[in-house]
């Protein structure tokens, strides 16, 4: 199986005054091609720097990240922003849907950066959005959609540019149980037909779903545990 | 080229739908754009009537006379230096040159400035001195009695030739011809109306009393009037040498030794348009410039409400970042925003000033019809857009430079 995600000795340093805080220090993380992967840990482990690199949002301080084939490493902003495009499928805790938008048309955000023309674009969103339940709802704003399925319009855009990985933050974060259940489940369906997922989380039931967990403590990894297939929670 | 495309029609789609879902605080915005555009097509537009209205009635001029004017260039005047055409300069130049098909003069004189009067009414008219060639000259005809004869030229007679207006002025019965009216103390004979004319600019031009040019010379008292003389040439005549024949007598006569510079000028109708043309053209440039800076406040105006649109809107651009928005599509995106709300501004400043100069040649009579020429409408919209992308460029580099993580965490 071929990697998607390489991430060698990676390093994220910030500077407080005289103070070096190591966010990340030293993260050796390779990811497969179609795993299902849970980064946990409390608060201020460096998930989230961690998730950041991973969705080149940010570049290491220092270490070597390949994202497919790709080094990602002191990109320009143009670059990152072309890359984040291509290779990442991002959903966010509060969903981050345009507002005063369609579902359709915040579908077919991404696909504007690709300059893939209006009907086109229309066409790949449609069949995104029908991928996750939602064909029924395309014209609905927003504010007309539950959390469950604004959700699932995040995941729709997140998915409709074919990317090499889906990343998402605490995406349940927001969400009731039972929708969080229905979303797990999409997750879990998505892993089924072939797709690379990894989710930042602090929530153990999310955990459970994911074939592999990696624990993060003080910008470390301290666990990296992947479960037999009997382990596996089955919904 | 195609990719810039998209980034636009993206830009004109996210104004649009900005500008919609604040239209008072986009209209509030667009405010000091609106008032400036709307100023400068109002001025554009006015001043194009004018110019229109000066240009149809100088072709009215007749093209083929030219007149003599005393002149003193602007530097010598202010040392005290006058110059005058003298009465006898008029009857010299009249007598002596062949060439001349009609020759008149007019005369204006401070003893007549008191204005005229009938029984108990006193009405101030613009007297003038002139005699019958001023009918050959310029082919006009009483309405009412007869013109300024010959006769009454060579007998000093005392006699009036008067307008619509002094008619009415002077509460003189409809047919005046007959009556006295009195003027710088002396009582005239009124021996015809003369023709009435269009007002001119707002200008009224009836208000007029015609009387020999030998009489007011005489009762001028010292040679002090103002003269000025009109002539048309013979057919086939020579302008230029004409001109220098009239020159050399008038500066024998005035006894310029040669270097001084001349105390007279011609004048033709088309050297006349010419200046008014100049005048026009700057005086519309000068105040559409002065108007012009109120676009400039506007465009801090939009410059404003871009910046407060780009902080509202941070987790907004840094979602679109995290989708794969590169920092030059959001600039672009937010500069077209700018140049939309301008141009918003800029068409609704366009018909407010369309309208207000329809109002205005409502309000100035024979104002002929305010028209907006297209290269002021393109010229604001041209404008508009270069404050949108000029004050928008602040806000547009502020969004771009936005970093991703910052902005997705922004609440």
């Known amino acids: 199986m071929s990697k998607v995600i390489q991430l060698n000795e990676i390093t994220k340093h910030y500077q407080m005054g005289d103070q070096t805080f190591k966010a990340l220090d030293g993260i050796n993380v390779d990811i497969d091609e179609n795993e299902y992967v849970a980064i946990i840990g409390p608060s201020g482990s460096g998930k989230s720097t961690l998730m950041n690199i991973i969705g080149c949002l940010d570049t290491p301080t220092s270490g070597e990240y390949h994202l497919k084939d790709k080094l990602v490493e002191k990109m320009s902003e143009t670059e990152l922003a072309q890359q984040r495009n291509k290779s990442v499928g991002f959903i966010f805790q509060s969903f981050n849907l345009l507002p005063r938008a369609s579902a359709l048309e915040n579908v077919m955000q991404p696909l504007v950066y690709r300059f893939i023309p209006q009907s086109e674009r229309q066409k790949q969103a449609l069949e995104s959005l029908k991928r996750v339940g939602l064909e029924d709802k395309i014209h609905h704003l927003s504010n007309q959609l539950s959390g469950g399925q604004r959700q699932r319009v995040a995941i729709a855009r997140a998915l409709v540019t074919k990317p090499h990985i889906l990343l998402g933050d605490e995406p349940t974060g927001n969400l009731d149980s039972k929708t969080t259940q229905d979303i797990m489940k999409l997750f879990d369906e998505l892993h089924e037909e072939g797709h690379t997922i990894i989710l930042v989380t602090h929530e153990q039931e999310i955990a459970d779903h994911c074939h592999r967990v990696i624990r993060l403590v003080d910008g470390k990894v301290v666990a990296d545990t992947r479960k037999k297939t009997e382990e596996r929670l089955h919904v | ?411």
């Open chain 2, 1 to 411: 080229m195609f990719k810039s495309a998209i980034a636009i029609i993206e830009g004109v789609k996210a104004a649009l739908q900005a500008i919609r879902a604040n239209a008072m605080r986009s209209a509030l915005t667009c405010l000091g754009i609106i008032i400036g555009v709307a100023s400068v097509v109002t001025v554009v537009a006015v001043m194009q009537g004018f110019t229109k209205q000066i240009n149809e009635q100088l072709s009215d001029l007749s093209p083929d006379v030219t007149s003599i004017k005393p002149y003193v260039a602007l530097e010598d005047q202010m040392v005290g230096k006058q110059s005058k055409l003298s009465y006898d300069d008029f009857l010299y130049l009249k007598n002596k040159i062949k060439q001349i098909d009609v020759m008149t003069a007019n005369m204006l004189s401070f003893n007549f400035a008191n204005g005229a009067q009938y029984q108990n009414y006193i009405h101030s008219a613009q007297v003038i001195g002139t005699d019958s060639d001023y009918q050959k000259l310029y082919k006009t005809f009483p309405e009412k009695g007869r013109y300024l004869r010959e006769s009454d030229d060579e007998k000093r007679r005392r006699v009036a030739l008067v307008g619509e207006t002094v008619i009415e002025k002077l509460h003189l019965p409809e047919n005046p011809v007959g009556e006295y009216i009195k003027l710088a103390g002396k009582w005239f004979h009124i021996i015809g109306v003369g023709e009435t004319q269009d007002s001119f600019l707002g200008f009224d031009q009836n208000n007029y009393i015609y009387i020999p040019i030998s009489t007011m010379s005489t009762l001028d008292g010292g040679d002090r009037g103002i003269i000025t003389i009109r002539y048309r040439l013979k057919v086939g005549a020579d302008e230029e040498i004409v001109k220098r024949q009239i020159t050399k007598i008038l500066r024998q006569r005035h006894k310029i030794s040669s270097g001084q510079p001349d105390d007279f000028q011609f004048e033709t109708a088309k050297k006349a348009k010419e200046r008014t043309k100049e005048l026009t053209t700057s005086i519309t440039g000068v105040t559409a410039g002065i108007v012009g800076i109120s676009l400039i406040v506007g465009g801090i105006g939009v410059m404003n409400i871009m910046l407060v649109s780009v902080s509202e809107r941070t987790r907004v651009i840094g979602t679109l970042k995290a989708l794969g928005a590169t920092p030059g599509f959001i600039m672009l995106q937010f500069l077209v925003e700018a140049v939309v709300l301008s141009l918003f501004g800029g068409m609704i400043g366009l018909a407010i000033g369309y309208g207000l100069s329809e109002l205005i040649s409502l309000m100035i009579p024979n104002l002929s019809d305010t028209h907006i020429p297209t290269w002021a409408v393109l010229l604001s919209f041209g404008f508009t857009s270069a404050i949108g992308i000029i004050f928008g460029l602040a806000p547009a580099i502020k969004a771009a430079r936005l970093n991703p993580i910052d902005a997705l965490r922004y609440e």
